[in-house]
């Protein structure tokens, strides 16, 4: 099976699982593990794999609507430097610092392959599910879209520097506790907005149509993508962008524009089935683990 049929089961077997993040007593969990292959393109620093690392993880807890409280990380490598095992520890505290968050620490351990295991803990009353949008609503994100996937092009292309500048990307916790009040759905988009969109999908029960044209491209896009068609790829599919992506009443909208500290776009509207872009069906692939 690949990873999504993996998760369709565990989602059946393990009730609490299926959001960004399980929910427990108010505290918010959350786990994930990045590879050198798979994640860390040739150029990535050790700085910036502490902080995707563990941003990927307070991401989760943003989606959710949750106050990130402390993270910790897993750190393997085939033998342990020392400059490098500081540098990863600068980012990882850096991007904690962003969200008000403690980096406390983790594990070593030596593996064949530079490996980052990451977990998170927040908190909050009123999580914010992937199952409760409904037809009527609009759909929204947060930021802007691509930028993993501009900067995967400046990494092939050895511009190492901005690339890995466009890799420490900002956790919408802050964002996250602000639209909670407002919105009715939300996940994050780190496996692209075309496979968060279908998730959401499964998840509650509904339709969405999205139109190509309100998609906020992030401005590294239309300046690295060759083609409309890589555009697409790199707004779409690529994903690791990180940002929101939720439904909320059309109503709602001004109310969590006022609240949020980064721009909302409306790129469709919740529908009763199907899953479409400009009327034609969306593709349900994104960003796998493991590629």
Not at 15 to 34: H, K
Not at 55 to 76: F, K, P, Q, T
């Amino acid at each position: 099976m690949d990873e999504r049929e993996s998760l369709t089961a565990i989602y059946e077997w393990l009730p609490d699982a299926g959001d960004d993040a399980a929910v427990v007593d108010g505290l918010v969990f959350t786990t994930d593990m990045l590879h050198q292959k798979a994640d860390f393109p040739a150029g990535t620093t050790r700085y910036t794999a502490g902080w995707r690392a563990v941003g990927a993880s307070l991401s989760d807890i943003a989606a959710m609507g949750a106050d990130a409280v402390a993270a910790v990380a897993v750190y393997a490598a085939p033998e342990f430097d020392l400059d490098e095992l500081r540098a990863f520890i600068e980012g990882a505290r850096e991007v904690c610092d962003l969200t008000d968050c403690r980096y406390v620490g983790g594990d070593l351990d030596q593996h064949e392959e530079f490996t980052v295991a990451t977990s998170a803990i927040g908190r909050t009353e009123t999580p914010t599910l992937r199952s409760t949008a409904s037809p009527g609503e609009i759909l929204c994100v947060t930021g802007t879209l691509g930028r993993t996937g501009a900067a995967l092009r400046l990494f092939e292309q050895g511009a190492s520097e901005r690339a890995n500048s466009l890799f420490q990307f900002e956790p919408r916790v802050a964002a996250g506790q602000a639209l909670t009040p407002y919105v009715s759905a939300m996940m994050d988009s780190s496996d692209g907005l075309a496979r968060s969109v279908h998730q959401l999908s499964e998840a509650s029960d509904c339709g969405f149509a999205i139109n190509w044209d309100r998609v906020p491209l992030d401005e590294t896009v239309r300046e690295l993508a060759t083609t409309g068609t890589e555009e697409r790829e790199f707004g779409l599919y690529t994903g690791e962008d990180f940002e929101l992506v939720f439904t909320i009443p059309q109503e709602q909208l001004d109310h969590a524009r006022e609240a949020s500290s980064v721009p909302i776009s409306v790129v469709g509207n919740v529908t009763d089935h199907g899953v479409t872009i400009d009327g034609e069906p969306l593709p349900d692939r994104g960003y796998t683990h493991g590629r």
